[in-house]
């Protein structure tokens, strides 16, 4: 089964730590290159997250995103250091000893000293875990809308192969009635200049002319190619790349067969064959 190589995908999850969403996004690239950003509580993920997206994915340009909004209480929220409170106080009761003259610190004193206030952190180990496992449903996600879109790429190419296919027939149906075009007008060309030539030369005349037209082993090089097209669309495994060069030889073959052409329907048929062919290379471009 094809895959595409574009697709977007985005999961959240709102938990009691706060809010995670993931959002992938893939565009065609020759090779696997992901771009991942994560927020900074989370960035020890760069490694687990680098290691889930190679298994899954082959090629494309990867933008990986998360998200993440603490809960209200998890980050941010100030707590009081109440031993080191307690420490505070019982020195400045062994301070009020030496000095002989008590004086009892307030409450908003206490609290300019660094480290009597501390911020809440979030349990990182669960939190780690969570968007670990969100991670993994985004990128099933992806995978899926990959290979929906893969189907349709599928259909496109096939129908595409049965129209290449198609079109050789009608050419080499059409092969007979140019050579004996041909044949005609030579007749006539030596009718108007009132020669007369030896049979068998004229058949030779006749046959390099054809040899010149004969399009038999472009015919059959397309052929061949469209099966081949037909087979890789049918593996299971990434197929991008092989595609990409039998578009390039398909075009080859249309590109001879245009050449060679002095028939307006054969010529008609190898521009049809070019604009099928671009058509294909343009998709095939997308898949992994």
Known sequence: MIKSMTAFARETRN????????????????????HIRLPEELRALEVPVRARLTASLQRGKLDCTLRYSPA?????????NKPFVEQLLAAGREVDDLIGRPCAPSSFELLRWPGVLQEQEPDLD????????????????????RAREGERLDRLLRDRCARLQEAVVRVRARMPEVLDAVRARLRE???ELK??????????????????????????????????????????EPVGRRLDFLMQELNREANTLGSKSSDVAVTREAVEMKVLIEQMREQVQNLE
Do not use: C, Y
């Open 72 to 80: 209200v209480g998890v980050v941010g929220a100030l707590r009081v």
């Open 195 to 236: 020669a007369e030539l030896d049979p068998q030369r004229l058949e030779q005349e006749i046959a390099l002319v054809a040899a010149k037209l004969d399009v038999d082993e472009e015919m059959d090089r397309l052929e061949a190619h469209v099966a081949e097209v037909l087979e890789v669309l049918a593996r299971d």
């Open 126 to 145: 669960r939190l780690t875990a969570e968007a670990l496992e969100l991670l993994d449903a985004a990128i099933a996600s992806l995978v899926a809308t």
């Open 15 to 34: 938990g009691v730590l706060g809010d995670l969403t993931w959002e992938l996004r893939t565009v065609n690239h020759r090779f696997l290159e992901p």
């Open 189 to 191: 060309r030596l009718d």
